[in-house]
């Protein structure tokens, strides 16, 4: 069975999606992202309800875990005071959390080369938001951190493409953190590097045209000058 989080939540059984009601949705997905611990009912039902008082939170608890029914309950393992993952349940944020972690860590120790092929599934697997449209405040934290975390492993992907002339995936990792958060500027300088390395000053100047027209006018900002100097440079040469 499977479970995912990424790009919206889905429970697969025998490869075939299994509607549950929503309120079992969150749980599901609460406990997934705890990876393979057991987490206590009541961490649950106080994350999940905050607002209720303890006796209706549990209550609460009870019903999305009785309204999972069998199928659906062969994704956890429930017991009296906690409840965890079945062992068998595979999570797709554990894999593309893991990845973005090795991507990361293998950066400092100079084997990243070992963790980036093939290229474009690496993008791939970093490229969806965690529960999109939830706004939990125990989802919204987590989507956070994941959007810090796999926008710098893209970045480093970039980067890593960039130096080993694998411009296409370069581009494509850059566009996919600029996508992920338009305004970030760090991931513009990724893509306007790997642009210009490729010998694409025009698609370098297209680019960053269209991050100041965005950058003015949701933020009425104008970029830093490491960015600023990187376009000139290539203005520089396409003078020559």
Same mark, same amino acid.
């Given at each position: 069975?499977?479970?995912?989080?990424?790009?919206?939540?889905?429970?697969?059984?025998?490869?075939?999606?299994?509607?549950?009601?929503? =309120? *079992?949705?969150?749980?599901?997905?609460?406990?997934?992202?705890? *990876?393979?611990?057991?987490?206590?009912?009541?961490?649950?039902?106080?994350?999940?309800?905050?607002? &209720?008082? &303890?006796?209706?939170?549990?209550?609460?608890?009870?019903?999305?875990?009785?309204?999972?029914?069998?199928?659906?309950?062969?994704?956890?393992?429930?017991?009296? =005071?906690?409840?965890?993952?079945?062992?068998?349940?595979?999570?797709?944020?554990?894999?593309?959390?893991?990845?973005?972690?090795?991507?990361?860590?293998?950066?400092?120790?100079? %084997?990243? %080369?070992?963790?980036?092929? @093939?290229?474009?599934?690496?993008?791939?697997?970093?490229?969806?938001?965690?529960? @999109?449209?939830?706004?939990?405040?125990?989802?919204?934290?987590?989507? %956070? $951190?994941?959007?810090?975390?796999?926008?710098?492993?893209?970045?480093?992907?970039?980067?890593?493409?960039?130096?080993?002339?694998?411009?296409?995936?370069?581009? &494509?990792?850059?566009?996919?953190? !600029?996508?992920?958060? @338009?305004? $970030? %500027?760090?991931?513009?300088?990724?893509?306007?590097?790997? +642009?210009?390395?490729?010998?694409? @000053?025009?698609?370098?100047?297209?680019?960053?045209?269209?991050? !100041?027209? $965005?950058?003015?006018?949701?933020?009425?900002?104008?970029?830093?000058? $490491?960015?600023?100097?990187?376009?000139?440079? !290539?203005?520089?040469?396409?003078? +020559?």
């Amino acid at each position: 069975m499977s479970i995912a989080v990424l790009g919206g939540f889905e429970l697969c059984i025998d490869n075939e999606p299994v509607g549950i009601p929503l =309120s *079992s949705e969150r749980v599901l997905a609460f406990i997934a992202l705890n *990876s393979r611990a057991a987490v206590p009912r009541a961490l649950i039902a106080g994350t999940l309800w905050p607002d &209720a008082p &303890a006796s209706c939170a549990h209550a609460n608890l009870r019903s999305a875990l009785s309204r999972l029914r069998d199928t659906g309950k062969q994704a956890l393992d429930i017991g009296a =005071s906690e409840v965890r993952l079945a062992r068998d349940a595979v999570i797709d944020f554990q894999h593309a959390r893991s990845l973005a972690q090795h991507i990361l860590d293998a950066t400092q120790h100079g %084997e990243l %080369e070992d963790l980036v092929d @093939p290229g474009i599934g690496t993008i791939d697997a970093l490229a969806a938001d965690l529960l @999109p449209g939830w706004y939990d405040d125990w989802a919204q934290l987590e989507a %956070e $951190r994941w959007r810090q975390l796999r926008l710098h492993a893209l970045e480093t992907l970039s980067e890593t493409f960039t130096a080993a002339g694998r411009y296409a995936e370069a581009v &494509a990792a850059a566009r996919t953190a !600029v996508h992920a958060d @338009p305004l $970030r %500027e760090s991931s513009w300088v990724c893509l306007v590097r790997a +642009h210009v390395a490729e010998g694409n @000053p025009s698609e370098a100047l297209h680019d960053f045209g269209d991050y !100041v027209q $965005r950058l003015g006018s949701e933020l009425g900002l104008y970029p830093t000058a $490491r960015l600023c100097a990187l376009v000139a440079e !290539v203005y520089a040469a396409a003078s +020559h």
